[in-house]
């Protein structure tokens, strides 16, 4: 098992290669723009010993039987999975926002595990062989893996074959006998800050025409030839203060430029088999939908507990917000409960992995998109005006030796609260609701439009129209009728 402080010293030793507003960050660990989320993914080796978190974030090793951190596990069974959601919970209660590092690439780990299976079966492929011996040694070295999917896409109406640039998704540009070569982009990936190797996966499904661009890795984050440029976030203005005004943790999302980075034959996945692109996304969204309920309900847990105190502060009883708190933990537990629905609608893949349930994950899905606004908005009702504005002074301001005693005073309200402690629930209000802490909701994880696409594209009407067909007795054909030109 691994520490806090051996996690640490891996990050120091990586070769800089992350940007921050043209800046060259030459450690993670302690650049205000990249620590609290090395912080935020630090605190599952902190806890991984202790009575509370030892059973969540470790498990026994299904290739070794060894104890080995979660993040690193096949999830084989339906317990496994529904860890899972658990782990993303938990990390949100203790850190308000994405630890990416321990959940994207966990998930990328077990997709290509089924579709690598599946390539070996039909093709004689020995990419399985190969994940397996890789997996074996990040088990072994409890890595943080990053995933990354997103590319840059270019002209949504346009092949990525047919863009005006053929690296605004990343490709293969070269191959040989030792490896392959890429180039290209993936954009607003999470926790690559935090992450020792990042697990690449193709971002769609291709066909022919663009069999470049199927491909998967796993590549260590400091690679050569890959440069890495960390995106703004809403409390860039907060980052490099101290105090209250900002938490320890928070989140980091990168643009990853790969400029022909060298990949070793023994760590891809997928060179070119176009085939296999749509098992991928299928595999890796039914089970990314399914637990990022999870993810909105831990942070809304804490936005719950937020709206709690802030009422206290400001000399209320927050029974008074009974049914708007009331709400918030209904849509907490709507889609962690549907997320864990999708896991047990779900099956046992012929590679032992464990698949959720496709309709049920992708309408979580859209309701990841939707209720967790809701719950944002209800808690800056609750707190007021001093968390949903923005109108608070600066901690170094609230702290200042000349003037910060009359505002301290005067942002008392309740007279056993002192104002530091009402400015600081305030700051992590709008912090958990308009700023840096807020999870991707709308788009993490893909968009609602194509989760509803999905969840159409695989209810079958006709199926349901028989249905009703028998029990209202009705015996002739009803088509649909032919579209008018």
């Not at 069999?211 to 890795?217: L, T």
């Not at 831990?298 to 502060?313: C, E, F, I, K, T």
Request: proline residues 4%.
């Amino acid at each position: 098992m691994r520490s806090k402080v051996d996690y640490l010293e891996s990050l120091k030793k990586m070769r800089p290669n992350i940007y921050k507003f043209g800046e060259l960050i030459h450690d993670v660990t302690t650049h205000p723009a990249t620590r609290r989320t090395v912080t935020s993914h630090s605190r599952v080796f902190e806890l991984a010993d202790s009575e509370e978190y030892k059973d969540l974030f470790t498990t026994t090793s299904f290739l070794t039987n060894k104890r080995i951190m979660r993040f690193n596990s096949l999830m084989t069974t339906l317990h496994d999975i529904m860890a899972n959601a658990e782990f993303k919970r938990t990390m949100y209660r203790l850190t308000g926002t994405c630890t990416g590092g321990l959940c994207v690439g966990w998930n990328c780990i077990n997709t290509m595990w089924a579709v690598t299976y599946e390539m070996d079966a039909k093709l004689g492929t020995n990419y399985h062989e190969r994940l397996k011996n890789w997996l074996l040694d990040a088990e072994d070295k409890g890595l943080v893996v990053a995933g990354a999917l997103t590319d840059a896409k270019g002209n949504r109406a346009k092949k990525p074959c047919e863009q005006n640039n053929p690296d605004k998704n990343l490709r293969i540009v070269e191959e040989n006998e030792e490896g392959i070569v890429v180039s290209g982009c993936k954009a607003m990936i999470c926790g690559v800050a935090a992450s020792e190797e990042i697990f690449v996966l193709p971002g769609a499904v291709y066909k022919a025409d663009n069999r470049n661009y199927a491909v998967a890795f796993v590549i260590p984050r400091d690679a050569d030839g890959l440069t890495i440029i960390e995106a703004r976030r809403p409390s860039d203005s907060r980052e490099y203060e101290e105090g209250f005004d900002i938490p320890e943790t928070g989140i980091t999302q990168s643009y990853l430029l790969f400029d022909k980075v060298f990949i070793p034959r023994e760590r891809v996945f997928m060179a070119g088999e176009f085939e296999f692109t749509s098992r991928i996304i299928e595999y890796f969204t039914a089970n990314y939908r399914a637990c990022i309920g999870a993810c909105v309900a831990g942070q809304g847990d804490v936005m719950v507990g937020a709206a709690v105190l802030m009422a206290r502060a400001n000399g209320l009883s927050s029974k008074i917000f009974k049914d708007k708190i009331l709400q918030m933990i209904l849509n907490n537990e709507t889609t962690y409960g549907l997320g864990i629905g999708a896991m047990a609608l779900g099956k046992r893949h012929p590679s032992s992995v464990w698949i959720a349930d496709s309709i049920s994950a992708h309408t979580n899905k859209v309701l990841v998109a939707t209720l967790p606004y809701e719950t944002k908005r209800l808690c800056q009702e609750i707190g007021g005006g001093v968390v949903e504005t923005g109108c608070l002074p600066s901690y170094m301001d609230i702290m200042d030796p000349l003037y910060g005693g009359k505002l301290r005073e005067y942002l008392t309200a309740n007279e056993e609260v002192s104002g530091v402690s009402r400015a600081k629930i305030a700051r992590l209000v709008e912090w958990l609701t308009i700023g840096a802490g807020v999870p991707g909701c709308m788009h993490g994880g893909g968009s609602p439009d194509g989760a509803r696409l999905v969840v159409y594209g695989k209810t079958p009407l006709e199926k349901y129209a028989a249905y009703a067909k028998n029990i209202a007795g009705i015996k002739e054909d009803i088509r649909e009728p032919e579209n008018k030109k």
